[in-house]
């Protein structure tokens, strides 16, 4: 480390508790790391199945399985207009805490999930949520067309129990909406010509959904996470035992993901242990758009994540450059044949397009780039992605081998001639 032991500093209690109204659990004495169980780990507990996994489930991650963390939750060279994190509480470009060691790291995290999962995602509410969906439907079988408010009356259950389920059929594709003040919601016909009576639901949201059984044991597999996804906050690499964090995840037979703004090149090549997968972001395809859009921290950014990504073709693990689309301003139809030169260049495995999460201080986007447009006007659609990312591939002439449309990614190859994308080490 750089720094004498006398200049460390220390992190308010203040900002822990920032982060804990936000779910997240600060992990450490030293209070620089951190965990956050995502949208998807509880979308997996619903039915255990595939078809609820985030974009990392065409590598063979099962979401429930997956311990989202951050040895860096305070620190960032970068304060981009898109981040879902309150950057008025960033503690800057420079890692100035004592870093605690990764062995200790890792088995905190790995404690702190459990007890999340058992105390805050417990068993009993999603089969109770399984429950509460079959009598929805029970009530619903003859087309009914119900509101929330309804259904708590004519099922006993509160709003946000049935809320919760209306939410869970409609995205299972059993429900339609009607929006209004008051959202309206009924069986689609494709599911009613299925249903012939009552006691024909419960096996169809069995063959077509899930099971108790599925249920309980995504919840206990849950409790054992295989997967590290170092991307929750801040630049990873500011962490000085980055490496031997990695290393530490590796012992515990988990894979790894690092997900890295790019801007340190030197500590991506000296790497002893690589992640599974490494991701550079790749903001937009020239400097001065970079700098609107990452406001960086530091001088030589936008060299820096070009020397990074001058390393990819080199390094011993599979690589990702991570385009994070924003509409109408890095997913331009004039950015495409700039965009293909750096990626050509670069040589990862593969190139990923993932729109930005509209959610938390994202939301201050127009505010960050002082901009009067609406808030939809950076939004992009899965369309827009898609759009977007079919002129990258007959451009470069990088198949698409994936497509979310939920999580709005989709996935090229690059320098990858494999058939198979799971990741086993």
């Known amino acids: 480390m750089s720094l004498d032991r006398n200049d ?18 600060i992990v450490g004495k030293n209070k620089h790391s951190a965990i956050k169980p995502c949208h998807w780990l509880e979308q997996r507990l619903m039915t255990g199945r ?69 105390n805050h995602l417990p068993l009993e509410r999603y089969i109770e949520n399984y429950n509460v969906s079959i009598n929805i439907l029970k009530h619903l079988i003859n087309n009914q067309k119900e509101t929330v408010q309804s259904l708590s009356k004519i099922t006993s259950e509160s709003k946000t129990k049935v809320y919760r389920s209306l939410v869970f059929l409609k995205n299972m594709n059993f429900l339609e909406r009607i929006e209004g003040e008051n959202d309206i919601y009924f069986i689609n016909n494709k599911i009613s010509e299925e249903i012939k009576t009552v006691s024909d639901i419960e096996p169809l949201v069995n063959t077509h959904i899930t099971t108790i059984k599925e249920i309980k044991r995504a919840h206990t597999e849950s409790l054992y996470p295989k997967h590290a996804a170092i991307s929750l906050d801040g630049e990873p690499f500011l962490y000085p035992l980055l490496s031997d964090f990695v290393k530490e995840f590796k012992t515990r037979n988990m894979t790894t993901f690092v997900v890295s703004n790019g801007t340190f090149p030197e500590k991506i090549e000296s790497m002893e242990q690589y992640p599974s997968q490494l991701y550079i972001s790749l903001p937009t395809s020239n400097e001065k758009l970079y700098k609107k859009i990452c406001r960086p921290l530091i001088k030589n950014g936008w060299s820096n994540i070009l020397n990074s990504l001058d390393l990819l073709k080199s390094l011993s693990c599979r690589t990702v450059v991570r385009i994070t689309a924003i509409k109408n301003l890095n997913i331009n139809d004039n950015m495409v044949e700039e965009y293909c030169k750096i990626i050509e260049n670069a040589s990862p495995n593969f190139l990923d397009i993932k729109g930005f999460t509209l959610q938390a201080k994202a939301l201050l986007i127009k505010d960050r780039l002082k901009s009067n447009e609406p808030l939809e006007y950076y939004f992009p659609e899965f369309e827009d992605i898609k759009n977007f990312a079919s002129k990258i591939s007959k451009t470069g002439g990088y ?9 709005r990614d989709l996935l090229l190859g690059v320098n990858w001639d494999q058939k198979n994308l799971v990741i086993t080490n």
């Open 8 to 25: 460390f500093k220390k992190i308010s209690e203040k900002f822990v508790q920032n982060y804990l109204k936000s779910n997240y659990r």
């Open 50 to 118: 595939d078809n609820q996994n985030c974009y990392k489930g065409v590598f063979g991650i099962k979401s429930n399985l997956c311990l989202q963390n951050t040895p860096s939750v305070p620190f960032c060279n970068h304060q981009c207009v898109f981040c879902w994190r309150d950057l008025q509480s960033s503690l800057g470009s420079k890692f100035n805490i004592e870093p605690e060691e990764p062995k200790e790291l890792v088995k905190e995290m790995i404690r702190h999930q459990q007890n999340l999962i058992d």
């Open 399 to 407: 198949p698409i081998l994936y497509e979310n449309q939920r999580s």
